[in-house]
């Protein structure tokens, strides 16, 4: 009912910038939060960033200075600007969303997952 749709993966050399969004559809009343993670292959999936409703903001270490991330609430999307990519940043990166949906149950958070978009970065 609920669905993430990632886009603005691509190949892209060190150095070099990507801005990824992704944008929710469906039955829903509010988003609490909004972020990215990402896996590489024979790696466990991490974070690497999250924005709440509020516009707090957290970050992995690993790209904290050169990622960041938003969020635009009235459209329910999230972007991830990347820059100064390095080629460890190669992975899938999954878009996710705690919300719920409806407001008889807007205490209550679910989650939902986007199928991933893949970064590559050449050395």
């Known amino acids: 009912q609920v669905q993430l749709v990632e886009s603005g993966g691509g190949l892209v050399q060190a150095g070099g910038s990507l801005r990824l969004s992704c944008a929710a559809s469906g039955k829903i009343f509010s988003i609490n939060a909004m972020g990215w993670h990402r896996q590489a292959p024979g790696k466990q999936r991490e974070l690497v960033a999250a924005i709440t409703s509020g516009g707090s903001t957290n970050y992995a270490d690993s790209v904290k200075g050169r990622f960041t991330v938003s969020r635009d609430n009235a459209k329910n999307t999230v972007y991830l600007q990347m820059n100064s990519l390095k080629p460890e940043d190669t992975a899938v990166y999954y878009c996710?969303?705690?919300?719920?949906?409806?407001?008889?149950?807007?205490?209550?958070?679910?989650?939902?997952w986007g199928l991933g978009t893949l970064v590559t970065v050449s050395s």
């Open positions: 996710n969303a705690d919300y719920s949906s409806s407001w008889l149950s807007r205490n209550r958070y679910l989650e939902v």
